[in-house]
């Protein structure tokens, strides 16, 4: 039988034409095997590798955005307290209480732990405030309030007869006015108000807390009032 | 002429056969398409071997990456990502050498168009005949497991949430909040929602906020907000204190001090700084929100209407609320090692109240969510007794059973596979044995008697005569 050879133009062997060879075997042979599965494993490579860098870069955020996402708040929540202040959010308040149902946070002023509003306008005022040292004594403080209540002083001698209140776990001097409120700076005074204080002395620092409003108001808002005192604690929050 | 065994090149007509497919092929790769080339190269067993290669180098650097800097860090960055940057430690730490790969999301999504091209492919490329189709079944079907299998991954990744939920005993709650996930809410409380209208927060997701470094500001608004809000310096791990003389940083006689991030993600308490700009003109206000927080910052406006806005850990709802009745904490006699933790709780539903009880090994299911006891503690009263509360790990995966399923049918169509291998094997064992046993006599030669060796089968036959056949 005879069989044909098909040559190259370089005397190479090649296949025959009807066996649909697009392009003659390259000059010097063919390549070998091992060869091709490596240019294929390369060429997957760096398809892979193009894939990758190709991958849509992070554009950046634009500076204005629009808040599109919602969360139905569960009738299960507990209500957030409304006013904290900043030392109060971070935990470094040095004391921690319940606003009373009704009552409203402010502030917080100067000189002042802890500032309350209640009434219907807001008239009445209750806050926790604190002195170093015994803030300049009982006798002292108690004519100032009185002197704020239109009220004459009382002598070293009439504290003895007065009430006292638990606060932070110990007796706390009670005082309850009632007058013309004229509150330190004001250039006129209330009628018909009424105070209750309280004055926890110490050897580092004085309790000072006060209620004052209408005394009609006073009265009513009293219960919460000494809820309020109940829910006081001090407390150390180890930071500067 | 009659072909001559002996005149036949076996080796030469392999050669000439085999060089003459290549030619065939390469003539066949000539002519197709591009879109054909770029499927021949992504179903093929090269792409895969070059995608495993890479995830293993990609697991490799990130489980060592993870001791350092922590499981969820590491997971973000290597295996959530399309692409990232390792850098390579040099030496004693004297030298980074950054190195660019493509990260594990981007790889197991190659991998997926990968192996179903290649399914596909192989699938439409086989005889289609019934025994064809048998012999392939089982390999088809552990095939298919395992994208499934790689589905089950994708949809985990887009759409698990997991989380915690704590409660004391009396407790109740229905939702959990996330370990890692933070947003900024912002809420009104005043006036409260209109009867019929359910109360709700906006929510910013940290995705939108956590790019924003020292002095950078991103400015949020919506329509039914009065107010505009600019959050800007993003502090990952920080604690509050009482601001010194002169800080950069002080917002209402408190700064945020940074800190280092901690191993454990769910650690770090962050810090935004947060400006809200009335749309009326009124003063904006300025403040720290912090991630450690006991209550939210508030927004009092001009018009009586009071927000808050705070920084916090996303949170999801429940369909369904638990209460914890009682925690019981056992330990085993005279140790402090735990023998069990068991939660009694009551699932509340719109069905009624349901006796229910967590512990170890024995979740609550419901509704698609898993609800596990993951920890407990205590806190201490004021009266110096102790208050118990117990921690339980919710989970939601629309997946959750998916893994499971692709395991139990990759076996079952390996199984099948073997079997179908096995009997084709020993079919075909079989009929060679016969073949070989009834070999056919020669003319006249009689049959063969068992006791005779039997005859040369390696000789070749005798060679016709001359001319015949020509």
Redesign the interface.
């Given at each position: 039988?005879n069989t044909t050879h098909h040559l190259n133009h370089t005397g190479c062997e090649t296949?025959p034409p009807h066996?649909?060879?697009?392009?003659p075997?390259p000059v010097g042979g063919?390549r070998r095997p091992q060869a091709a599965?490596s240019l294929?494993?390369a060429?997957?490579?760096l398809?892979?590798?193009g894939?990758?860098?190709l991958?849509?870069a992070c554009s950046d955020?634009?500076?204005?955005?629009?808040?599109e996402?919602?969360?139905?708040?569960?009738p299960?929540?507990p209500?957030?307290?409304?006013?904290?202040y900043?030392?109060?959010?971070?935990?470094?308040h040095p004391m921690s209480w319940t606003v009373p149902q009704g009552w409203r946070q402010v502030g917080p002023a100067p000189m002042r732990f802890v500032d309350m509003r209640f009434g219907p306008e807001g008239e009445g005022e209750a806050f926790v405030s604190a002195l170093t040292g015994d803030g300049g004594g009982l006798l002292a403080n108690v004519n100032r309030w009185r002197a704020e209540m239109d009220q004459e002083p009382i002598q070293e001698a009439d504290l003895e007869g007065m009430g006292t209140m638990n606060f932070l776990g110990g007796p706390a001097l009670l005082v309850e006015l009632e007058g013309d409120y004229r509150p330190v700076g004001a250039t006129s005074a209330r009628e018909n108000h009424r105070l209750v204080g309280l004055i926890q002395p110490s050897t580092e620092l004085t309790f000072f807390v006060k209620m004052t409003g209408p005394a009609d108001l006073v009265e009513q808002e009293r219960e919460r009032f000494e809820q309020f005192l109940r829910s006081v604690?001090v407390r150390s929050t180890g930071?500067? | 002429m009659t072909m001559e065994p002996k005149d036949v090149n076996l080796a030469g007509a392999g050669e000439s056969v085999g060089r003459e497919m290549r030619q065939l092929k390469r003539g066949r790769r000539a002519d197709k398409s591009l879109a054909a080339k770029v499927l021949d190269v992504m179903s093929s067993y090269a792409v895969a071997i070059v995608i495993l290669f890479l995830l293993m180098i990609v697991t490799f650097f990130g489980t060592l990456e993870q001791v350092e800097h922590g499981l969820y860090d590491t997971q973000r960055k290597y295996f959530d990502s399309v692409w990232l940057v390792h850098e390579l430690k040099i030496g004693p730490g004297w030298m980074v050498l950054p190195i660019p790969m493509p990260g594990a999301y981007l790889l197991m999504g190659l991998l997926f168009v990968n192996m179903s091209l290649g399914l596909a492919r192989r699938m439409f490329k086989q005889p289609r005949t019934v025994g064809a189709f048998v012999s392939r079944s089982g390999l088809i079907i552990a095939h298919g497991s395992i994208l499934f299998m790689l589905v089950a991954g994708f949809v985990s990744y887009h759409f698990k949430t997991e989380g915690n939920m704590a409660l004391f005993e009396g407790q109740v709650s229905d939702q959990y909040q996330s370990y890692h996930n933070r947003v900024v809410e912002v809420r009104q409380v005043h006036p409260q929602p209109a009867e019929g209208e359910e109360p709700f927060a906006w929510v910013i997701d940290q995705e939108w906020f956590e790019d924003l470094g020292r002095g950078q500001n991103r400015t949020f608004h919506h329509p039914d907000l009065p107010f505009e809000l600019q959050l800007g310096d993003y502090v990952r791990n920080s604690m509050p204190a009482r601001a010194e003389q002169g800080s950069s940083r002080a917002l209402g006689g408190f700064e945020i001090r940074e800190r280092p991030l901690e191993t454990e993600s769910e650690r770090n308490l962050d810090a935004l700084r947060v400006r809200a700009v009335p749309h009326d003109g009124g003063q904006s206000v300025e403040h720290w929100v912090w991630g450690g927080s006991i209550h939210p910052l508030t927004l009092n406006l001009a018009d009586g209407s009071v927000y808050t806005l705070e920084l916090t850990r996303r949170r999801w709802q429940l369909p369904f609320s638990v209460r914890l009745d009682e925690f019981i904490h056992g330990r085993h006699p005279g140790t402090n090692i735990a023998r069990e933790f068991i939660s009694h709780v009551t699932q509340i539903d719109a069905t009624g109240e349901h006796a229910r009880i967590i512990q170890m090994n024995e979740p609550l299911r419901d509704s698609g969510f898993v609800l596990y006891q993951a920890s407990f503690g205590s806190e201490q009263l004021a009266s110096g007794t102790e208050r118990p509360y117990s921690v339980f790990a919710v989970v939601r995966n629309p997946s959750d059973q998916w893994p499971l399923w692709a395991c139990i049918a990759v076996a079952v169509g390996l199984l099948m596979h073997f079997c179908v291998r096995l009997w084709l094997h020993l079919a075909k064992s079989m009929k060679g044995h016969g073949r070989r046993g009834g070999r056919r006599p020669k003319a006249g030669a009689g049959p063969v008697r068992s006791d005779e060796p039997a005859p040369d089968q390696s000789a070749s036959p005798e060679p016709a005569t001359a001319g015949a056949g020509r």
């Amino acid at each position: 039988m005879n069989t044909t050879h098909h040559l190259n133009h370089t005397g190479c062997e090649t296949a025959p034409p009807h066996m649909g060879a697009a392009r003659p075997a390259p000059v010097g042979g063919r390549r070998r095997p091992q060869a091709a599965r490596s240019l294929t494993v390369a060429r997957a490579a760096l398809a892979l590798a193009g894939l990758a860098l190709l991958a849509p870069a992070c554009s950046d955020p634009p500076d204005r955005v629009m808040i599109e996402e919602t969360r139905t708040i569960s009738p299960r929540e507990p209500q957030p307290k409304i006013n904290a202040y900043d030392g109060e959010r971070f935990g470094l308040h040095p004391m921690s209480w319940t606003v009373p149902q009704g009552w409203r946070q402010v502030g917080p002023a100067p000189m002042r732990f802890v500032d309350m509003r209640f009434g219907p306008e807001g008239e009445g005022e209750a806050f926790v405030s604190a002195l170093t040292g015994d803030g300049g004594g009982l006798l002292a403080n108690v004519n100032r309030w009185r002197a704020e209540m239109d009220q004459e002083p009382i002598q070293e001698a009439d504290l003895e007869g007065m009430g006292t209140m638990n606060f932070l776990g110990g007796p706390a001097l009670l005082v309850e006015l009632e007058g013309d409120y004229r509150p330190v700076g004001a250039t006129s005074a209330r009628e018909n108000h009424r105070l209750v204080g309280l004055i926890q002395p110490s050897t580092e620092l004085t309790f000072f807390v006060k209620m004052t409003g209408p005394a009609d108001l006073v009265e009513q808002e009293r219960e919460r009032f000494e809820q309020f005192l109940r829910s006081v604690r001090v407390r150390s929050t180890g930071q500067s | 002429m009659t072909m001559e065994p002996k005149d036949v090149n076996l080796a030469g007509a392999g050669e000439s056969v085999g060089r003459e497919m290549r030619q065939l092929k390469r003539g066949r790769r000539a002519d197709k398409s591009l879109a054909a080339k770029v499927l021949d190269v992504m179903s093929s067993y090269a792409v895969a071997i070059v995608i495993l290669f890479l995830l293993m180098i990609v697991t490799f650097f990130g489980t060592l990456e993870q001791v350092e800097h922590g499981l969820y860090d590491t997971q973000r960055k290597y295996f959530d990502s399309v692409w990232l940057v390792h850098e390579l430690k040099i030496g004693p730490g004297w030298m980074v050498l950054p190195i660019p790969m493509p990260g594990a999301y981007l790889l197991m999504g190659l991998l997926f168009v990968n192996m179903s091209l290649g399914l596909a492919r192989r699938m439409f490329k086989q005889p289609r005949t019934v025994g064809a189709f048998v012999s392939r079944s089982g390999l088809i079907i552990a095939h298919g497991s395992i994208l499934f299998m790689l589905v089950a991954g994708f949809v985990s990744y887009h759409f698990k949430t997991e989380g915690n939920m704590a409660l004391f005993e009396g407790q109740v709650s229905d939702q959990y909040q996330s370990y890692h996930n933070r947003v900024v809410e912002v809420r009104q409380v005043h006036p409260q929602p209109a009867e019929g209208e359910e109360p709700f927060a906006w929510v910013i997701d940290q995705e939108w906020f956590e790019d924003l470094g020292r002095g950078q500001n991103r400015t949020f608004h919506h329509p039914d907000l009065p107010f505009e809000l600019q959050l800007g310096d993003y502090v990952r791990n920080s604690m509050p204190a009482r601001a010194e003389q002169g800080s950069s940083r002080a917002l209402g006689g408190f700064e945020i001090r940074e800190r280092p991030l901690e191993t454990e993600s769910e650690r770090n308490l962050d810090a935004l700084r947060v400006r809200a700009v009335p749309h009326d003109g009124g003063q904006s206000v300025e403040h720290w929100v912090w991630g450690g927080s006991i209550h939210p910052l508030t927004l009092n406006l001009a018009d009586g209407s009071v927000y808050t806005l705070e920084l916090t850990r996303r949170r999801w709802q429940l369909p369904f609320s638990v209460r914890l009745d009682e925690f019981i904490h056992g330990r085993h006699p005279g140790t402090n090692i735990a023998r069990e933790f068991i939660s009694h709780v009551t699932q509340i539903d719109a069905t009624g109240e349901h006796a229910r009880i967590i512990q170890m090994n024995e979740p609550l299911r419901d509704s698609g969510f898993v609800l596990y006891q993951a920890s407990f503690g205590s806190e201490q009263l004021a009266s110096g007794t102790e208050r118990p509360y117990s921690v339980f790990a919710v989970v939601r995966n629309p997946s959750d059973q998916w893994p499971l399923w692709a395991c139990i049918a990759v076996a079952v169509g390996l199984l099948m596979h073997f079997c179908v291998r096995l009997w084709l094997h020993l079919a075909k064992s079989m009929k060679g044995h016969g073949r070989r046993g009834g070999r056919r006599p020669k003319a006249g030669a009689g049959p063969v008697r068992s006791d005779e060796p039997a005859p040369d089968q390696s000789a070749s036959p005798e060679p016709a005569t001359a001319g015949a056949g020509r």
